[in-house]
């Protein structure tokens, strides 16, 4: 079975601290995607990045950095030197392969707050 | 602009009171689906479409209706309305429908049935 933990429910950080989100998921899959969605307090889903199973760089966009790491399952996510904006739940999403119909597996969400 | 068009943005209503949530999107996307998200269940997707005339249940598809005769349309309905779908929801679409594509997600309704 496929499924996507978030053990980290509430994450509360001060301005300019860096903080990681955890995601592990598990698969019998060897290729699938892995994507990471932000929901401000405004309530829309915006999506931040896509990794597909094969590509294991850690990817790194201005203050944010993702370390997909296969060998323990894991796809977290780094916000260096935190800011207010970045207050919002955090979605960790596994896809299958595209051979099959099986369904996008969510995370349960981590809520960031980060303190001023 | 691309994006997902969600109507209404709230919504209350009474138990019962057949009503539909629209999903219009502009990007000629195939791939349609329809979520419900709440405190501590994250999402649940309730209904999906791979394209026009195609659709599958999701997660919790009980008390939710779908049709998709338009690639750009995706309409959720509510036939009888009952306190427990109170919840926000989420339309959302993607290119291909083959879930390497990332989701577009509207800005979502908050409906409250009483």
């Known amino acids: 079975a496929q499924k996507v933990t978030q053990a980290q429910t509430e994450i509360s950080v001060v301005e300019k601290e860096d903080v990681t989100l955890d995601c592990v998921y598990e698969t019998r899959d060897t290729t699938y995607y892995l994507f990471w969605y932000k929901q401000p307090p405004s309530g829309e889903l915006v999506f931040l990045i896509r990794r597909n199973s094969f590509d294991e760089q850690n990817e790194i966009s201005g203050r944010y950095s993702w370390n997909f790491q296969k060998s323990t399952s894991s796809f977290n996510f780094t916000i260096t030197a935190s800011q207010v904006v970045d207050s919002a739940v955090y979605f960790c999403?596994?896809?299958?392969?595209?051979?099959?119909?099986?369904?996008?597996?969510f995370g349960k969400g981590t809520r960031l707050h980060i303190l001023p | 602009e691309a994006q997902v068009t969600q109507n209404p943005r709230y919504l209350i209503t009474v138990t019962g009171k057949k009503l539909t949530v629209t999903c219009s999107q502009n990007?000629?996307?195939?791939?349609m689906s329809w979520y419900r998200q709440d405190p501590g269940l994250g999402l649940r997707q309730i209904y999906y479409s791979m394209n026009v005339e195609a659709t599958d249940k999701g997660d919790v598809p009980e008390g939710y209706k779908v049709s998709r005769k338009e690639k750009r349309n995706f309409p959720l309905i509510l036939e009888s309305p009952s306190p427990n779908q109170t919840s926000l929801y989420f339309c959302a679409s993607s290119l291909n429908g083959r879930y390497n594509s990332p989701l577009h997600f509207g800005n979502g309704t908050r409906l409250t049935v009483t």
């Open positions: 999403a596994l896809s299958p392969p595209m051979n099959r119909d099986d369904k996008i597996i």
């Open positions: 990007m000629n996307h195939e791939y």
